[in-house]
């Protein structure tokens, strides 16, 4: 069993993980991003970051171990579900106006494609990502009615220690099962344990909705117009004519595939266009013309929003531009 060997851990990663390490910001944010998903991150401190990132795969899973010396916020959507196992203290999330506040006992489940801010102290984490394909197949068997296609919510799992132990048991066992001299046998039983058990506690907390009668390729039709014309006014009655879907459907389409009403998930790409434009900004450009731009009326709004979203201020993102630039020569 994996949690009889001293290698496997959720401490630590076991030898043959495979290890970054880095004290620069910006390397950090490419190579994660390379690996996992694009993101943004600021540091919520001074000195040294201390970031060490290590990570074992299977064919459904991938394990990560991340420890950091500086406190740091990132900005993000996974790909596929994430759980947050082991969290120090203090770590904060927001999907929209929602904020998610870990205890000690809890896991966070991240669902794919919902964008989020996570506000983490220093210290040691361990979480795993699954296969989408994987976890909903797993889940779609299991519903006695079939009505759409079944999502998943960002939602925060408070778990009894024994649920704990023993979700945090199958997932070292397949830990220890990514040895190169572990049998794929024993990691396939292994990884359909720990999936079985990752369906029950998300089915028994309600964190897998059912899709509300509009089509998950109409909302990626919507969320692609809107990334198009977010210079343009936007109201609740401009997005149900572009989608041709009422407004109780659609507010209950984004609830449910998103975690916020249209109208904030139009905030919340704005905020991502206007960090965009204010890391790749041209000389001259300020922030009252890039909030301008983008509809935000109200500066001083706009800059609580921006920080609450990516852990600094827009007027610190163009001075932390303005110093790299400097540096390259």
């Known amino acids: 069993m994996p949690s009889a060997s001293p290698d496997v851990s959720v401490d630590s990663a076991p030898p043959w993980a495979a290890r970054f390490a880095s004290q620069a910001l910006d390397e950090i944010r490419d190579f994660v991003s390379s690996s996992d998903a694009e993101h943004s991150r600021a540091a919520n401190g001074s000195g040294p970051l201390g970031f060490e990132y290590s990570w074992v795969t299977s064919s459904a899973y ?25 969290m120090p203290p203090g770590n904060r999330y927001r999907v929209g106006r929602r904020e998610f506040v870990p205890s000690l006992g809890s896991i966070m489940l991240l669902a794919p494609g919902w964008e989020y801010t996570r506000t983490g102290p220093m210290g040691a984490r361990f979480g795993a990502t699954v296969s989408s394909h994987c976890l909903a197949r797993e889940i779609e068997v299991r519903q006695s009615v079939r009505r759409g296609d079944p999502v998943f919510r960002t939602q925060l799992i408070d778990l009894l220690a024994p649920e704990r132990a023993t979700l945090l048991e199958a997932a070292l066992e397949v830990v220890f099962d990514t040895h190169p001299e572990s049998s794929l046998h024993s990691r396939q039983h ?12 998300i089915l028994r907390r309600g964190a897998v909705p059912r899709a509300q009668g509009v089509s998950a390729s109409r909302i990626a039709a919507l969320e692609s117009w809107i990334d198009e014309h977010l210079e343009e006014p936007l109201t609740i009655g401009r997005l149900c004519a572009v989608s041709v879907v009422g407004e109780r ?8 595939r998103r975690g916020m009403s249209p109208m904030r998930f139009v905030a919340e790409r704005r905020l991502a266009a206007a960090r965009e434009r204010l890391t790749g900004s041209a000389p001259g450009r300020d922030v009252t013309t890039v909030a301008m731009e983008l509809g935000f009326g109200h500066v001083g709004r706009f800059a609580q929003m921006y920080r609450q979203a990516f852990g600094e201020t827009p007027s610190a993102t163009l001075k932390r531009v303005a110093v790299r630039a400097w540096n390259a020569g």
């Open 249 to 256: 459907s659609l507010q209950k389409a984004f609830h449910s």
């Open 62 to 86: 991938k394990f990560q171990w991340v420890r950091m010396a500086v406190g740091q916020t990132i900005r993000a959507a996974t790909p596929a579900p994430t759980l947050h196992l082991i």
């Open 190 to 201: 292994a990884e359909a344990r720990l999936t079985a058990l990752i369906a029950d506690l």
